[in-house]
């Protein structure tokens, strides 16, 4: 069974510029995560979604980031513009329903600079 | 909301000494909890998990874990710590009708020879 796939792996960009992730789940999986994981702490959840439908964006900074789920599958998670601050690794998780296992893909890193 | 504290950042162990990671959760009803490894470069990967079954929880590459209501505790242990065994170890928890992750800081396990 593939994992969750993630790309890219690594992202260098300046400040104010926007960047883009795109996250495929675990196939069958409903349920879809964006963390962002600041070097030195635990991922902290940004969004989740439930097939195309937003569970959870309480964490998400909306003036900055946005994340789309338009087919209920793959997902894709925008910044714009960047921050200094925006460094980190972002990781997508998906789950299936109901299960209380989320499965990680291996994050990208972005470097704001 | 849910939260987690793992002790210690950073923990220095022999190669074949016991590995204790600690963490303590923040709840008055026992929540799910799980404990994830973070090999450098790379995604997350589930250990063990506490679902309200039984307290002795054994996980994968020898780690068991031991949930103790009465100290709102969720230690990890390994008896003989091996190299690839270096690594950042997280813990976590969930509600028990909201499977969205809260993260402990994390705690980097170095291993010497």
């Known amino acids: 069974e593939a994992g969750v796939a993630q790309s890219p792996r690594y992202k260098i960009i300046e400040k104010r510029q926007s960047v883009a992730f795109w996250c495929n789940p675990i196939?069958?999986?409903?349920?879809l995560y964006w963390y962002q994981q600041i070097l030195g702490q635990g991922p902290k959840l940004l969004i989740q979604?439930?097939?195309?439908?937003?569970?959870?964006d309480s964490q998400l900074p909306k003036d900055r980031f946005s994340a789309e789920r338009l087919k209920g599958v793959d997902s894709t998670l925008k910044i714009q513009p960047a921050k200094l601050e925006d460094s980190a690794v972002y990781l997508c998780?998906?789950?299936?329903?109901?299960?209380?296992?989320?499965?990680f893909g291996p994050g990208t890193r972005l470097t704001v600079l | 909301a849910q939260s987690v504290t793992q002790l210690g950042s950073h923990v220095s162990v022999s190669e074949g000494a016991l590995v204790l990671l600690r963490c303590n959760y923040s709840?008055?009803?026992?929540?799910?909890l799980f404990w994830y490894v973070q090999y450098p470069n790379q995604g997350l990967q589930l250990l063990l998990k506490?679902?309200?079954?039984?307290?002795l929880v054994k996980g994968i590459n020898g780690f068991e874990a031991e949930f103790k209501k009465s100290e709102t505790s969720f230690h990890l242990t390994k008896p003989s710590a091996h190299m690839s065994d270096a690594a950042e170890y997280f813990c976590?928890?969930?509600?028990?009708?909201?499977?969205?992750?809260?993260f402990g800081a994390g705690t980097t396990v170095t291993v010497r020879a």
């Open positions: 998780a998906s789950s299936s329903p109901g299960y209380n296992e989320q499965f």
């Open positions: 976590a928890v969930s509600d028990l009708n909201d499977y969205k992750l809260s």
């Open positions: 196939s069958g999986h409903a349920t």
């Open positions: 979604f439930q097939n195309n439908g937003v569970v959870d």
């Open positions: 506490y679902t309200s079954a039984a307290t």
């Open positions: 709840s008055s009803v026992p929540p799910y």
